[in-house]
């Protein structure tokens, strides 16, 4: 279980200029709370509630990774 990583938005992302790309990254807040929970999980400490917030954090990580390269990718 996970919850939707489109509850996070638009909260979650901040658009930072690198060279000429316009790049989705997360916010220093969530990117925190994606740290604390990361390191939670290694010592086993997280509860359902946060593996199902940790899950959803990752799935947005990992569209934002996708967009970001098609983004750069363009010619």
């Given at each position: 279980?996970?919850?939707?990583?489109?509850?996070?938005?638009?909260?979650?992302?901040?658009i930072e200029q690198?060279?000429?790309?316009?790049?989705?990254?997360?916010?220093?807040?969530?990117?925190?709370?994606?740290?604390?929970?990361?390191?939670?999980?290694?010592?086993?400490?997280?509860?359902?509630?946060?593996?199902?917030?940790?899950?959803?954090?990752?799935?947005?990580?990992?569209?934002?990774?996708?967009?970001?390269?098609?983004?750069?990718?363009?010619?």
């Amino acid at each position: 279980m996970m919850i939707q990583p489109s509850s996070l938005l638009p909260d979650a992302i901040e658009i930072e200029q690198v060279k000429n790309f316009h790049l989705f990254k997360f916010t220093d807040d969530l990117q925190a709370r994606s740290d604390e929970l990361l390191e939670r999980n290694k010592a086993g400490l997280l509860t359902p509630e946060e593996a199902a917030e940790l899950a959803g954090i990752s799935e947005l990580f990992r569209i934002f990774t996708l967009i970001n390269a098609m983004i750069v990718a363009q010619p």
